[in-house]
């Protein structure tokens, strides 16, 4: 399994935008962002496949995250725009073993951090 470390998060206005990093001591394929509010179930924030090329996102983040990575440097990166309070979250990072897919269920990752929290003010 993968080591993973996310960081970037802190509390900021709505509007504001934050930048979260994660990085991996392993090899790594597919890398999503997931998130947990308090009181809800870990729900898939986005994904990108392992040259990249394929991204998938939540509806509810569509058009302002976008996620990238590095693999030279082996970090992968969701850079927040337009915060609402509703993405308020602890944001983890996961890793899927699977070279083949790029998912978007929690079940399809192998390794995950400890998080980050993003706190948005209204």
């Known amino acids: 399994q993968v080591q993973l470390v996310e960081s970037g998060g802190g509390l900021v206005q709505a509007g504001a935008s934050l930048r979260l990093s994660c990085a991996a001591s392993?090899?790594?394929?597919?890398m999503g962002w997931f998130r947990q509010a308090p009181g809800k179930e870990r729900e898939f924030v986005a994904v990108i496949s392992w040259r990249g090329g394929t991204t998938y996102y939540v509806d509810s983040v569509k058009g302002r995250f976008t996620i990238s990575r590095d693999n030279a440097k082996n970090t992968v990166f969701l850079q927040m725009n337009s915060l609402k309070p509703e993405d308020t979250a602890v944001y983890y990072c996961a890793s899927d073993g699977d070279p083949t897919r790029v998912g978007v269920r929690s079940w399809q990752y192998d390794s995950w951090g400890r998080g980050t929290q993003v706190t948005v003010s209204s």
């Open positions: 392993g090899r790594t394929f597919s």
